[in-house]
């Protein structure tokens, strides 16, 4: 139900936006992007709390490069992230906690919905 788009190629020091889409039915609890390189394990990027619009960035690579940030009236969620390093590259998903799901986005599998994902490649 969750469908990302936005991702490429760019090279070093470049930008990248991405998207994610949800239907207007869905109701989300938390939104967060999650990315893995294969043969690793999936690591957070950000997430952010709907309702109150509450922010996270889960590891310090995210911090001061990437911005998360959501459109309540087209039911998305951005992903901007400048400045990319090689190190960024990997698959970056799209995840959702429904409301009343129990998942709160504390961790990279604590979420009830994914998307296909899509390959960010610096």
């Known amino acids: 139900q969750l469908v990302e788009s936005g991702g490429g190629s760019v090279e070093a020091g470049g930008s990248l936006r991405l998207s994610c889409a949800a239907p207007?039915?869905?109701?989300?609890?938390?939104v967060g992007w999650v990315r893995q390189v294969s043969g690793k394990e999936r690591e957070g990027v950000a997430r952010i709390y709907v309702e109150n619009n509450n922010i996270r960035y889960d590891g310090d690579f995210a911090k001061g490069r990437f911005t998360i940030a959501q459109d309540s009236v087209k039911n998305m969620v951005s992903l901007q992230m400048n400045s990319l390093t090689p190190d960024d590259t990997a698959m970056y998903y799209c995840?959702?906690?429904?409301?009343?799901?129990?998942?709160?986005?504390?961790?990279?599998?604590?979420?009830?919905?994914w998307g296909q994902g899509t390959q960010v490649t610096v």
């Open positions: 995840a959702a906690a429904r409301k009343g799901s129990g998942h709160t986005c504390s961790a990279p599998d604590d979420y009830s919905d």
């Open positions: 207007p039915t869905y109701t989300a609890y938390c």
